[in-house]
């Protein structure tokens, strides 16, 4: 018993090293056929049009309330740590740099890995485990092309459109608390930004807008498209979509800022 | 048996699903043109030789020929063949609840077919008469329907691109008799007018003895029995008289 007992953390480790393993071939392998379904269709542009509207359209109040607070509140903060040594006419240059470096696309993202992952999931998932994917293939309809695909293209192509949207309001937001509250001249904030910002800053918030995008809506996608079991594996679907998604984003954001930062 | 060429095999078909085997070196033909039933207690892997024949799942062992030719499993050229003439009514009818009935029932010809809109809804109509539905159904949402009138709904869709096999799962379970003899004899009706090879597959004797010319009774993963609705209550095999005593 002592030895097959000694082992017992070796066997868990081993077990969950293959779990990740057999978890990302599987997420691969669903990536590559969406993106074969993307590349060589069939295409169905009203399904991509529905989604478009679906995915970015009505999430624009949810990402404009959040980025107008997070502005509001990072100004606040910026002028608090600036007034320490005596830095507070700095606040609208770092606003701007932490609203379209870093702050637009990864709440955005959030916002949509709440709400686009989940309705994907539990889309997918329901009609998994209703028999409507197997009915779509039986109609020569392959469910990557209509399902899956036109909701990643959608999702990648919103969620840059929305990041725009998040830092103009996330300024916004740090404009009309300074001006407001701090006695900033609002013509010198909007100089000070605009003359600060470089178009590099945008981009590179757009970049990482649209890896976002493919996350949220391929962990949607995927979680759904494989869930079993009627209601309860739909949720479970959904919980899976939504907290995979939301690490993902965390990680690449990590990632991608490590690849954008000159030293 | 007739002797006429067989539409659909399945040949030593085996299927496991993790250390169960459902189906052990199964073999059947459907020749062209016929109704075949297929009868079993639950669990016995009735959907799984549907499943099976449309590629939705792959076998263990064993192949599944259609017209003469090995089906090489989901995605392959005549896989697409066979799901571009056939039609399925699934147990559920599987509707999209997404979409109107008539677009439901056009699904195949606007996404798959390329037929526009307008024609499709025209073909769509048609479909739905055929299984006597009301062209006042066409434009709400198939939640708004009784079970039964989903079911027609989707015997519509199986039917709308007059396919040659068409696949019948389970297609009387969980409607009262009345609206059950009705699915049955538009099946009956459709099938004959298509003239197409049917395979259904159910645990209602009233619905088998209806819809087939043949029957095949599943029992622990192969074919125990095989012979026409007549014969049910002739034979001497045990699975069948125990199946028919209930």
């Known amino acids: 018993m002592a030895p097959a007992a000694a082992l017992t953390p070796v066997r868990a480790v081993g077990r969950l090293t293959l779990l990740c393993l057999q978890t990302l071939g599987a997420v691969t392998l669903f990536a590559l056929r969406s993106l074969r379904a993307i590349l060589l269709g069939p295409w169905f542009p009203g399904q991509i049009l529905r989604q478009l509207a679906a995915i970015g359209f009505f999430s624009l109040p949810v990402v404009g309330l959040t980025a107008v607070f997070t502005g509001a509140a990072l100004a606040l903060n910026i002028y608090t740590g600036g007034g320490r040594f005596n830095a507070e006419q700095i606040m609208p240059q770092i606003v701007a740099l932490g609203i379209t470096r870093e702050l637009g696309p990864v709440l955005a993202a959030l916002m949509l890995a709440g709400r686009v992952s989940a309705t994907i999931a539990a889309e997918i998932g329901a009609m998994r485990t209703t028999e409507q994917i197997d009915a779509m293939r039986t109609l020569s309809t392959d469910p990557f092309g209509y399902l899956v695909a036109p909701r990643i293209v959608a999702a ?66 995927y979680h759904g498209y494989r869930a079993t079991g009627g209601a309860r594996g739909v949720g479970r679907a959904t919980t899976n979509a939504v907290v995979s998604a939301a690490i993902l984003i965390f990680a690449s954001d990590y990632l991608l800022t490590t690849l954008f930062t000159r030293r | 048996m007739s002797g006429a060429r067989p539409k659909l095999e399945w040949r030593n078909v085996t299927k496991r699903f993790g250390d169960v085997t459902v189906l052990d070196r199964l073999t059947l033909s459907v020749e062209t043109g016929r109704s075949m039933v297929i009868i079993g207690g639950s669990g016995q892997g009735k959907s799984v030789m549907i499943k099976l024949a449309l590629g939705l799942v792959a076998p263990d062992g064993g192949r599944v020929v259609l017209d003469g030719r090995g089906l090489p499993g989901f995605g392959g050229r005549l896989q697409r063949r066979l799901l571009a003439r056939s039609g399925v009514l699934f147990q ?25 809109r307008k024609a499709a809804r025209r073909r769509a109509l048609d479909a739905l008469a055929r299984v006597r539905l009301e062209e006042a159904v066409a434009d709400v949402f198939p939640s708004e329907l009784s079970g039964g009138m989903q079911k027609r709904v989707g015997l519509a869709r199986a039917i709308a691109a007059d ?83 209930g």
């Open chain 1, 156 to 221: 990648v192509i919103a969620l840059p459109i929305l990041t725009v949207v998040a830092d103009i309001i996330g300024i916004g937001g740090g404009w009309a608390v300074a001006v407001g509250f701090l006695d900033f001249n609002p013509t010198v904030y909007i100089r000070a930004t605009v003359d600060f910002v470089q178009a590099g800053d945008v981009g590179t918030g757009l970049l990482k807008a649209m890896v976002f995008g493919l996350i949220v809506a391929l962990m949607g996608c």
């Open chain 2, 92 to 116: 559920s009818a599987a509707l999209f609840d997404s979409l109107t009935v008539w677009e439901n029932v056009a699904f195949r010809l606007i996404n798959a077919d390329g037929v526009s």
């Open chain 2, 163 to 245: 396919p040659e096999v068409l696949f019948f799962d389970e297609p009387t379970t969980g409607l009262d008799p009345v609206t059950a003899a009705v699915i049955n004899d538009l099946i009956v009706d459709q099938v004959r007018r298509l003239g197409c090879t049917a395979v259904s597959i159910t645990h209602d004797l009233a619905s088998a003895r209806r819809i087939g010319d043949e029957i095949a009774m599943l029992h622990e993963g192969q074919i125990v029995w095989q012979g026409a609705p007549g014969e049910l209550d002739q034979t001497s095999n045990p699975h069948v008289r125990a199946f028919v005593a």
